[in-house]
């Protein structure tokens, strides 16, 4: 994608610049459901130790061919000892998990303690949303299992052993438009547009966000 619209893209996106400012502090990432591992790839910090895990093979070749370590594994089952990581990164994962639970358990046991977990999700708080997922309950291929809102989403992370240290919602509108550059690049040259539209409901229908992200601690208690 061209950098001037990658540009007006991360405006939206606020939660990249807060990972990175976090990453700088780290010094080894975990990455959970990398995908082709377009999330590892900005993490360039040179002090950081970066290992995504991925259940889809096709996915984990895409990543590999990049240069990134990554190896086939789930999230219900983490193929590393306790405490082995002190930044867990999880981004629009957890929705397609039945077993997210056993997700976040396995998470507790690989991070070290007071390590950062950065949770990227999507929430159904926005009526269009709930509407879409109903109608088509997939997403590139892979099942929709949860369909949860933002409340719920923070009620289930703070039953682990987390503590939200910050938290925020976004995407009120850019959502119904970012998959027709997805069908037809061309309309990517519209981004800007709709990212400002975006910015400005977000001011009185935050509430309505289809995103949102944690920075969550974990504790001992």
């Not at 007006?8 to 976090?22: A, M, N, P, S």
């Not at 789930?74 to 629009?92: E, K, N, Q, R, V």
Request: glycine share 4%.
């Amino acid at each position: 994608m061209h950098p001037k619209l990658l540009y007006f893209r991360h405006k939206l996106f606020r939660y990249r610049q807060v990972e990175q400012d976090i990453a700088q502090r780290q010094t080894s990432l975990l990455d959970i459901g990398c995908g082709d591992g377009e999330n590892m790839l900005r993490f360039q910090q040179a002090s950081l130790e970066k290992v995504g895990i991925e259940v889809s093979f096709s996915r984990l070749q895409t990543a590999q061919r990049q240069g990134l370590v990554v190896q086939q594994a789930s999230g219900t089952a983490l193929p590393f000892a306790d405490d082995s990581f002190d930044m867990l990164y999880i981004a629009h994962v957890l929705h397609h998990v039945a077993e997210f639970d056993t997700v976040l358990r396995e998470i507790e046991r690989v991070v070290v303690e007071n390590g950062v977990v950065f949770v990227v999700e999507t929430v159904t708080d926005h009526p269009l949303l709930r509407l879409a997922r109903w109608l088509h309950p997939v997403w590139q291929g892979d099942e929709v299992e949860a369909n949860w809102r933002y409340s719920q989403l923070y009620e289930m992370l703070t039953a682990h052993n987390f503590r939200v240290e910050r938290t925020e919602r976004y995407n009120v509108l850019f959502f119904l438009w970012e998959m027709l550059p997805l069908a037809f690049w061309p309309f990517e040259i519209f981004t800007p547009l709709f990212v400002y539209l975006d910015l400005f409901f977000a001011r009185f229908a935050q509430r309505y966000s289809a995103h949102c992200y944690f920075v969550l601690r974990r504790t001992n208690t």
